[in-house]
């Protein structure tokens, strides 16, 4: 009995021991990247954030987070020293590198790395109209499709306008009983068709408010015209690049300057890789110097335009998701893999390992994609990123142009007003009943004015 108690008490004791040298505070390095790390006030948050604090309840460690001191990833320099995260893993300055770290064959010859937390490969981004292809349709593309729907519309109203106008003014139809009118409704349109042509179709209105409605219309077509042309010519600049939807695309133009972040995995890659096409991109980007220092600056440089940017898919999907005029090529070669590095021997690695396992096989690491990757471009009119014309774009124009059918309408009742006040001061009738006879002639049937001519003949 005594030898068995003896025995509990030396499990207890390295059960403790164990307990104790799991229990103290790992120091871990990172790096800020969207969304991995970033800032939240003083605080810091990110998709490796909430990793760190899953992994912390399952292994029951606490950890203090500090930022890579030279902001770089890690990489050996020619005397065989590592800078960035790795340097420290490896000097023993932190326990742990949590970050969008690739794991890769010469990383693992100096520290220990675990299973993936996230698989990727490299990718490469470029501006929308850099990628586009020409269309069918092109020659509907300066326009979006609701701003060729408002341009319907205004053709219709102002059609129904100028026909409304020539029935009111007594300018342009004197005598309803006797004249033609001119301005039949489907006159009406061709008119309107003419002057988009810029050719005109006779007969011209006579009325100065049939004028003014007829010359906003001219004036409106001619800026509309203008503004389709000046994007179609731009449109078709852009249009003459070839376009690049692979690598190989890439390597084989000069019009579209590319690189990728100096002195990463993706940089190594190119350099050493045997393929001719990969090998191509590198000597460009070393001829040219066309490495960015960062990732977002490399976005940046993609937003401005005739720039590709190299990078790592995973992450050119956020800029993709956050930034809607651009687009990430479909091919992805090189994949690769994120991983947590610890000096080598941690004992560490292994529980990490089956607790990166255990969050993918649950769906947790999938919940975290979705959580951090979330796109604001949903529902975003392709036709806006691809810079088509909106009809915001040109709302000043469409409301001239209500503004001008709006005085045209009103000019035409007060001509029909003030020829029913001299019929009503003529024949000492009331200007009401002479307006209301006029309107009867000009939009009733022929019935009822000879009904209302007899009223008024009986009356005298």
């Known amino acids: 009995m005594a030898g068995f108690m003896s025995l509990m008490c030396c499990v207890a004791a390295l ?3 164990t307990v104790t040298a799991d229990a103290k505070e790992l120091s871990i390095t990172t790096i800020k990247q969207d969304p991995y790390i970033m800032s939240k006030g003083p605080e810091l948050e990110g998709y490796c954030i909430d990793l760190i604090s899953e992994l912390s309840k399952r292994l029951g460690f606490s950890y203090k987070l500090q930022l890579v001191k030279d902001n770089r990833y890690g990489a050996m320099d020619a005397s065989g020293n590592w800078n960035g995260m790795i340097g420290e893993v490896i000097r023993g300055e932190a326990d742990l590198a949590v970050a969008p770290l690739t794991l890769t064959a010469t990383r693992e010859q100096f520290v220990d790395m675990t299973t993936p937390f996230m ?4 990718s490469f981004l470029l501006r929308r109209d850099k990628a586009s292809e ?3 349709f092109s020659l509907l593309s300066p326009f979006s499709p609701s701003m060729w729907g408002g341009i319907l519309i205004a053709f219709l109203l102002t059609g129904l306008c100028i026909f409304l106008v020539g029935r009111i003014s007594p300018t342009e139809w004197a005598e309803p009983e006797t004249e033609e009118h001119s301005f039949t409704l489907l006159h009406s349109f061709w008119y309107l068709t003419g002057g988009l042509t810029l050719q005109g179709a006779g007969p011209h209105p006579k009325a100065l408010s049939g004028r003014v409605v007829s010359a906003i219309w001219w004036l409106f077509a001619v800026l509309l015209l203008a503004s389709y042309f000046g994007n179609f010519t731009s449109k078709l600049h852009s249009s003459k ?3 690049v939807e692979s690598f190989e695309d890439l390597s084989n133009q000069n019009a579209i300057d590319y690189g990728t972040v100096e002195g990463g995995s993706s940089m190594s890659f190119f350099k050493n890789s045997k393929n001719p ?3 191509r991109i590198y000597q460009h980007m070393e001829r040219k110097k066309s490495y960015v220092s960062s990732m977002e600056e490399g976005i940046r440089r993609a937003q401005e335009g005739n720039f590709a940017f190299i990078g790592e898919a995973v992450s050119l999907d956020l800029a993709t998701a956050r930034y809607c005029d651009l687009h990430r090529s479909q091919e992805v070669i090189a994949m690769r893999a994120y991983s947590i590095a610890a000096p080598e021997g941690s004992p560490l690695v292994k529980n990490l390992t089956l ?4 969050l993918s096989e649950s769906g947790e690491l999938t919940s975290l994609r979705h959580k951090w990757w979330a796109t604001s471009c949903v529902g975003a009119d392709g036709a806006d990123a691809s810079g088509a014309l909106q009809p915001h774009d040109l709302q000043g124009l469409f409301l ?3 503004l001008g059918l709006g ?8 001509e029909l007003v003030s020829r029913a006040h001299n019929q009503a001061k003529d024949s000492k009738k009331s200007c009401c009943s002479v307006l209301t006879s006029e309107l009867n002639r000009r939009f009733g049937s022929k019935r009822a004015s000879a009904d209302q001519e007899d009223s008024d003949k009986n009356k005298a």
């Open 407 to 414: 005085v045209g309408l009103l000019l035409a009742l007060l």
């Open 134 to 136: 020409g269309s069918s």
């Open 355 to 358: 607790a990166i396992l255990e």
């Open 277 to 279: 096409v990969y090998h």
């Open 119 to 122: 698989q990727t490969g490299l």
């Open 15 to 17: 059960t403790a021991g």
């Open 241 to 243: 690049q070839l376009p």
């Open 400 to 402: 001239f142009l209500g």
